[in-house]
């Protein structure tokens, strides 16, 4: 019993540590900061349906719609709206990596409409990846698409 | 009483432990690397059906336990026992399929299902937006394994021939219709597979064999010089031996926890005759190939300059440009070639390669995409 109620003391003060960190530094680490070359604090506006799903055979991208809250690297504006490609979704960002996509990573490990996350990020997208791309938005959205290099969470 | 309700409060605390072990040691493993536990992501949001639904599963997926245990289970179902899991169908001989492609052969389409007419809808008007612009297009849908292999579904199946499903039999049906030039492998391979020295397919994997390959190369080549959309090329290439030892697809989703075996895959490399060269890929090409997988394999797999591309390339005499999209050969791939018009300039042939399973499991399904108008110099 004693275990049991240290443990969950220290489950809920993990928990309430995250939410104590200072908005400016949520989901800092040393690779979002220096990975790619945009850095942004955004909210995914949505998960359209059937854009993130587990693959049997092939490795996909998906575009991601976002809405930056901060910028800290790069000529990005706060409020704007980005796209981002995040390489197989459906996986943590820490596993996400492989030979097709490397140097990935991050501690986010799902994609839910109205989470803050932090990302580094790279462009144009296809500079980086060549493979499938799952564009919910295709044909109605304009500007280029990013690459989430590094996807940290940041609420 | 006492020394009766021990044993049963023994197996309680037991029962308690077993259950209770997993989610502590999935939260101390969580914290101890520097994550926030996954069990507290319920708080973040608000408590409805479909949220907790998605909180059970994202659970089940990151369970760590779940992922040392769930290798060695499927190991034991399918060495043991012959069960391929969800997604691979164990046949004959050592043969896999891939199980939702062969249920696309077997079930009955969706009621209501127009799979079909969107394809050939797809299909139409994307040749119709290469012929504006002067460039002929040839569609070449790859058989399903099971499509000319059944025999190794079923013993029931031998000596049927290559058996392609309602909905294939439908679209090629509707795009002779339409004059949409299409290179018919399903017969070639029917008639091939009793003939060819090797199979036309791998037997761990959903992709068609280096034989098949070479086949549907020579078929591709021929219709288009026969049609006098091409004339043959001045660039020789020749084929050396580079076989390869390839753990399957089919294979491989079973995520085992060690490989069974390796599948010994006598591929042949594409090289310039002049200077020993592997073949390679040319941006200013007549040829634009686009396609899925099936171009993938061989290709920029092992042994690289093996694939459809590198052999098509040899019986035209020229090499050919190739825009490859893993699972996306329906519509992923026009999208990415509409992102990339430039690889239209110059062309006179686009050879559009797609799976047959991809009539009923396409990514994104078979929406029309317009191509950007043509760049004026």
Same mark, same amino acid.
């Given at each position: 019993?004693?275990?049991?109620?240290?443990?969950?003391?220290?489950?809920?003060?993990?928990?309430?540590?995250?939410?104590?960190?200072?908005?400016?530094?949520?989901?800092?680490?040393?690779?979002?900061?220096?990975?790619?070359?945009?850095?942004?604090?955004?909210?995914l506006v949505e998960v359209p349906e059937?854009a993130i799903?587990?693959?049997?055979?092939?490795?996909?991208?998906t575009?991601l719609k976002?809405?930056?809250?901060?910028?800290?690297?790069?000529?990005?504006?706060?409020?704007?709206?980005?796209?981002?490609?995040?390489?197989?979704p459906?996986?943590?960002?820490?596993?996400?990596?492989?030979?097709?996509?490397?140097?990935?990573?991050?501690?986010?490990?799902q994609f839910h409409a109205?989470?803050?996350?932090?990302?580094?990020?790279?462009?144009?997208?296809?500079?980086?990846?060549?493979?499938?791309?799952?564009?919910k938005?295709?044909?109605?959205?304009?500007?280029?698409?990013?690459?989430?290099?590094?996807?940290?969470?940041?609420? | 009483?006492?020394?009766?309700?021990?044993?049963?409060?023994?197996?309680?605390?037991?029962?308690?432990?077993?259950?209770?072990?997993?989610?502590?040691?999935?939260?101390?493993?969580?914290?101890?690397?520097?994550?926030?536990?996954?069990?507290?992501?319920?708080?973040?949001?608000?408590?409805?059906?479909?949220?907790?639904?998605?909180?059970?599963?994202?659970?089940?997926?990151?369970?760590?336990?779940?992922?040392?245990?769930?290798?060695?289970?499927?190991?034991?179902?399918?060495?043991?026992?012959?069960?391929?899991?969800?997604?691979?169908?164990?046949?004959?001989?050592?043969?896999?399929?891939?199980?939702?492609?062969?249920?696309?052969?077997?079930?009955?389409?969706? /009621?209501? &299902?127009?799979?079909?007419? +969107?394809? $050939? #809808?797809?299909? =139409?008007?994307? !040749?119709?937006?290469?012929?504006?612009?002067?460039?002929?297009?040839?569609?070449?849908?790859?058989?399903?394994?099971?499509?000319?292999?059944?025999?190794?579904?079923?013993?029931?199946?031998?000596?049927?021939?290559?058996?392609?499903?309602?909905?294939?039999?439908?679209?090629?049906?509707?795009?002779?219709?339409?004059?949409?030039?299409?290179?018919?492998?399903?017969?070639?391979?029917?008639?091939?597979?009793?003939?060819?020295?090797?199979?036309?397919?791998?037997?761990?994997?959903? /992709?068609? &064999?280096?034989?098949?390959? +070479?086949? $549907? #190369?020579?078929? =591709?080549?021929? !219709?288009?010089?026969?049609?006098?959309?091409?004339?043959?090329?001045?660039?020789?290439?020749?084929?050396?031996?580079?076989?390869?030892?390839?753990?399957?697809?089919?294979?491989?989703?079973?995520?085992?926890?060690?490989?069974?075996?390796?599948?010994?895959?006598?591929?042949?490399?594409?090289?310039?005759?002049?200077?020993?060269?592997?073949?390679?890929?040319?941006?200013?090409?007549?040829?634009?190939?686009?396609?899925?997988?099936?171009?993938?394999?061989?290709?920029?797999?092992?042994?690289?300059?093996?694939?459809?591309?590198?052999?098509? #390339?040899?019986?035209?005499?020229?090499?050919?440009?190739?825009?490859?999209?893993?699972?996306?050969?329906?519509?992923?791939?026009?999208?990415?070639?509409?992102?990339?018009?430039?690889?239209?300039?110059?062309?006179?042939?686009?050879?559009?390669?797609?799976?047959?399973?991809?009539?009923?499991?396409?990514?994104?399904?078979?929406?029309?995409?317009?191509?950007?108008?043509?760049?004026?110099?």
């Amino acid at each position: 019993m004693r275990v049991m109620y240290a443990l969950s003391v220290v489950l809920l003060t993990g928990a309430c540590s995250d939410l104590a960190r200072s908005p400016a530094h949520a989901g800092a680490d040393a690779q979002v900061q220096t990975l790619g070359t945009v850095e942004v604090t955004a909210r995914l506006v949505e998960v359209p349906e059937g854009a993130i799903f587990k693959r049997d055979l092939y490795d996909y991208a998906t575009i991601l719609k976002y809405e930056v809250v901060t910028v800290h690297r790069g000529a990005l504006k706060q409020g704007a709206v980005i796209y981002v490609g995040q390489y197989n979704p459906w996986k943590p960002r820490a596993a996400a990596a492989d030979r097709k996509a490397p140097n990935l990573g991050g501690n986010a490990r799902q994609f839910h409409a109205g989470r803050l996350q932090r990302l580094a990020l790279a462009t144009p997208l296809d500079d980086f990846f060549m493979g499938g791309l799952v564009d919910k938005y295709f044909g109605r959205r304009a500007g280029p698409a990013y690459w989430a290099v590094w996807t940290n969470d940041a609420d | 009483m006492p020394s009766t309700r021990q044993p049963q409060l023994c197996l309680i605390l037991m029962f308690l432990a077993l259950i209770g072990s997993v989610p502590l040691l999935q939260a101390a493993l969580e914290l101890a690397a520097g994550a926030r536990p996954q069990a507290l992501e319920v708080f973040r949001q608000k408590p409805t059906a479909p949220n907790l639904r998605r909180y059970e599963h994202d659970l089940t997926e990151a369970s760590r336990v779940a992922g040392w245990l769930r290798p060695w289970a499927q190991y034991v179902l399918f060495a043991g026992l012959g069960d391929g899991g969800g997604k691979t169908l164990v046949g004959r001989a050592g043969w896999l399929f891939y199980k939702p492609g062969v249920q696309g052969l077997t079930d009955r389409p969706a /009621h209501g &299902s127009h799979t079909v007419e +969107e394809a $050939a #809808a797809a299909i =139409v008007d994307f !040749r119709d937006q290469l012929q504006a612009r002067g460039l002929r297009l040839l569609i070449v849908p790859a058989p399903n394994k099971e499509s000319i292999y059944p025999e190794y579904v079923t013993r029931r199946a031998a000596g049927l021939g290559a058996v392609p499903g309602a909905g294939t039999r439908a679209l090629l049906q509707q795009l002779a219709a339409a004059g949409v030039e299409v290179a018919d492998l399903f017969a070639l391979f029917a008639a091939g597979k009793t003939n060819a020295t090797a199979p036309l397919y791998l037997a761990q994997d959903s /992709h068609w &064999s280096p034989a098949g390959v +070479e086949l $549907a #190369a020579q078929l =591709v080549a021929r !219709r288009i010089t026969g049609r006098g959309w091409l004339q043959t090329g001045t660039t020789a290439y020749l084929c050396r031996p580079a076989p390869i030892e390839r753990v399957g697809d089919l294979l491989d989703m079973l995520q085992l926890p060690r490989t069974l075996t390796r599948e010994t895959v006598p591929c042949r490399q594409v090289v310039r005759a002049d200077d020993g060269a592997p073949y390679r890929d040319e941006p200013g090409a007549e040829v634009l190939v686009l396609g899925d997988s099936f171009l993938r394999i061989y290709a920029t797999d092992e042994p690289g300059a093996a694939g459809f591309s590198a052999h098509l #390339a040899r019986e035209l005499k020229q090499p050919v440009l190739s825009l490859i999209n893993d699972g996306g050969g329906a519509t992923l791939v026009r999208q990415e070639l509409c992102r990339r018009p430039q690889l239209l300039a110059g062309k006179k042939v686009v050879i559009w390669e797609f799976v047959e399973r991809d009539l009923r499991l396409a990514t994104e399904g078979w929406p029309r995409v317009s191509l950007p108008p043509p760049a004026h110099p």
